[in-house]
């Protein structure tokens, strides 16, 4: 199976600051990279998918990277409502896995 | 548009079988594939298994001795069946679609307790 390595596994920023969190692959799996943010008590919400590409109604303060094996998901001008759990995922090959999740609390 | 709905028991016990069902609208069953994904009360997210358009099935190996996923295409319902269920067992169970996994059902809680 494909590990992914998320990191943080936490972090605490400040409203309209820049925060970036990362996954990192155990292998090549090309762009089937998706993030998600996940809040108390809800279902994820896709945010971005083939690592770069932002899902429908999604602010474009949310933007995705690639890097090699290296995965970056970017949050530009953090707000209030972007604090919860984040989760990425790849879709390359089966099983579909995902990584152990980033909190994000605002300060 | 697309929804998904999971339904099914709060509370199971130790040793039984778990029977849940997905029922989808905005889509064909046999035009998409549906995965199931659970999570343990403040852990991550787990991929469980999936049925595709096809209907065939995956499953996570360290399940696929215990899990059963079918569907019936008339009622756009999935199914997931997983039987000598232990307390580890103990999750929120989503039901997902779309390649990404844009969808997702609203999830439900399982408990695994005598």
């Known amino acids: 199976d494909i590990q992914m390595t998320q990191s943080p596994a936490s972090l605490s920023a400040s409203p309209e600051e820049i925060v970036t969190i990362t996954c990192q692959a155990s292998?090549?799996?090309?762009?089937?990279l998706a993030w998600y943010q996940q809040k108390p008590g809800k279902s994820p919400q896709l945010l971005i998918y083939?690592?770069?590409s932002l899902a429908d109604g999604i602010p474009s303060r949310f933007s995705g990277s690639r890097s090699g094996t290296q995965y970056s998901l970017k949050i530009s001008r953090l707000q209030v409502e972007d604090t919860g759990i984040y989760y990425c995922?790849?879709?390359?090959?089966?099983?579909?896995?995902f990584g152990g999740g980033t909190k994000l609390e605002l300060k | 548009q697309v929804q998904l709905k999971e339904s099914g028991p709060g509370l199971v016990q130790p040793s039984q079988t778990l029977s849940l069902t997905c029922t989808v609208s905005g889509f064909s069953l046999t035009s998409n594939s549906v995965h199931w994904v659970r999570q343990p009360p403040g852990k991550g997210l787990e991929w469980v298994g999936a049925i595709w358009s096809g209907g065939s099935t995956d499953y996570n190996s360290a399940l696929k001795s215990r899990l059963s996923i079918s569907r019936d295409t008339s009622k756009s319902q999935v199914f997931l069946k997983m039987n000598s269920l232990q307390t580890e067992d103990t999750a929120i169970y989503f039901c997902t679609s779309g390649w990404d996994f844009d969808y997702w059902g609203q999830g439900v809680m399982v408990t695994v307790s005598s």
């Open positions: 083939s690592a770069t």
């Open positions: 995922l790849q879709r390359y090959s089966n099983p579909p896995t």
């Open positions: 292998q090549d799996i090309g762009n089937w």
